[in-house]
């Protein structure tokens, strides 16, 4: 709760809804499934995949653990994009996940889990293409496929793969040529090629290679997509107009003046060349904002860039406020998103922590309240075509 302890994520579920608008204008005709897992890269799962799962085609998640929290919620479809390991996959065949095959053992064991009683095991088999991340190689991919075909209890819903230097096409052409060697093999044996699916954010924004039947997008359905990758002419546009969708914010829970000479935080880093006054910010590398934020980083308040001094610590950070006076308790800092005409990105943190913005996300730790806020009736489910989700959003939420 924001009000026991002066920091949390702000979460704009509107603008995810808008970003996977502008992802489905860019793929065309292919479906969506977007990536969930990690708590949806700490945007939280539940709450986003309750609210975008009318509007898209299915949700990936990692692990069987994040797939039933989500099931619980959710009753679209749900990609497993890792195996289950043998013991657990009954309650994952119970929760009508879909499972990756990545080897001829993970069918064994499905095929021997499956009931056959109940509906098929949707499977979706990988194709290794050069990741190394486990997948069958392409020549092996149709005796696996002929057996899963044969079973009744197994149905063969998605062939795919992973491109992994989505910002080198020739190394993505390599990858897919690689992939159609499954796909042609299918087709000479007279097995119906189900749907496949190589392309994340990476891949679909990149626009270099065929979006084939199904998409992937992870990070750029939060907002945000790599700097240096090189967004094709046709999707300069919707990259443009993407919107993040988390941002940091704290309250200050103390002030502190501290004369020239006097130090500030751990190990007395930072010494004042100035009378400085400093506010303290209830947020720290507890929550996810690391300690290699600093030196250099910066909040904002009154849309005005203040620069951090000394260390983060487990539980704060400070922050130099001189030359804003009166500032109060109530006031709101942005450590990572906009305010006015400025924005901190995740993409700032990362260069400064020499790391990814994908880092940035997903480690925001759990014990920051997530607050969610949706404009009731938004425009976002109009632009993927599908309708809207429900406009009640649980725990902590902003209307509007």
Known sequence: MTDRRGAWLDIDLDAIIANLGLIRGVVGGARLAPVVKADAYGHGMVEVGRTISPLVDGLCVATLDEALRLRAQVAGRIIMLYPVPPPALP??????????????????????????????????????????????????????????????????????????????PPTSDAQLLRFELAVTALQEAGIPVPPRHSAASGGIFAGDEPALDLV????????????????????????????????????????????????VGYGGTWRAERPTRVAVLPVGYGDGYLRGSQPGAEALVRG?????????????????????????????????????????????????????????????????????????????????????????????????
């Open 91 to 168: 309650e994952a065949i119970a929760a009508g996940v879909e499972l990756p095959v990545l080897s001829a053992v993970d069918l064994s064991a499905i095929r021997a889990a499956a009931r056959r009683d109940g509906p098929p095991v949707r499977v979706h088999i990988g194709v290794e293409t050069g990741m190394a991340r486990g997948g069958l190689p392409p020549g092996q991919v149709l005796a696996v496929a002929a057996e899963a075909q044969a079973d009744p209890a197994v149905e063969l819903a998605g062939l795919w793969s992973h491109l992994h230097s989505p910002e080198d």
């Open 216 to 263: 992937r997008p992870g990070v750029a359905t939060y907002g945000v997509l790599d700097d240096s990758l090189p967004v094709a002419p046709d999707a300069q546009a919707a990259a443009a107009a993407l919107r993040p969708a988390m941002s940091l914010v704290a309250r200050p829970v103390a002030f502190s003046d501290v004369p020239v000479g006097g130090t």
């Open 304 to 400: 005005r860039r203040v620069p951090l001094v000394g260390r983060v610590s487990m539980d704060a950070v400070t922050v130099d406020v001189t030359d804003l006076p009166n500032l109060g308790y109530d006031e709101e800092f942005v450590l990572l998103g906009m305010q006015g005409h400025e924005r901190i990105s995740a993409g700032d943190l990362a260069r400064r922590r020499n790391t990814i913005a994908w880092e940035v996300l997903t480690t925001m730790a759990g014990r920051l309240a997530r607050v969610y806020h949706r404009s009731t009736g938004t425009a976002g489910g109009d632009q993927l075509g599908t309708g809207t989700a429900a406009d009640t959003i649980p725990s902590e939420t902003r209307a509007g």
